[in-house]
């Protein structure tokens, strides 16, 4: 019994310290970009106390902080705050606030500084996310789906992935 109980406890402590050391990459890969500012405003505006999501999406369907097309910091987000209130439009309020900040022109889903492409953040219901999203007590869901280019080494690609 007792070898159970630590082969249990070593497994969680295990499972638990990898997923917390992907998680802290991602978020010094985040932090200083639109997807730090983004994250902030979901864990600001979720409702209720607890979200697993918020710890580590082991199903991949709700990542989070991620990268996409496995090169591009990225955030993959829906979260229970209905999409159709003020919230969604503090959301894009908080975008195109970042993107002036940048000096840049939010339009059609894209920052562009100088004409070049800075970030891409969608927003929807939880949908755009997960098709099966869904929130308990009647709440809609809020998504969001960002992709940045500010911290990457290589512009050129970036902004050939871009376009």
Sequence with gaps: ???KIILISATVFF???????????????????????LDKFVK???AGLFSPYNIY????????LTT???????????????????????????????CAKKNGVYENS????????????????????????????GSRSMGILAVTGEKIADQSSWVAWAK
């Design 1 to 3: 019994m007792k070898n």
């Design 57 to 64: 999406d082991i199903s991949g369907i709700n990542p989070g």
């Design 15 to 37: 499972l638990s310290g990898c997923t917390a050391v992907k998680h802290q990459a991602m978020k010094s890969e985040a932090d200083g970009t639109v997807l730090a500012v």
């Design 110 to 137: 894209w920052c562009s500084v100088n004409s070049k492409p800075l970030f891409m953040v969608k927003t929807g219901t939880g949908k755009i996310v997960d098709r099966n999203s869904g929130c308990s007590y």
């Design 68 to 98: 996409w097309d496995k090169k591009y910091p990225a955030l993959q987000k829906w979260w229970c705050v209905d999409y159709y209130t003020e919230e969604s439009v503090k959301l894009k309020e908080t975008i195109k606030s970042y």
């Design 44 to 46: 600001d505006t979720q």
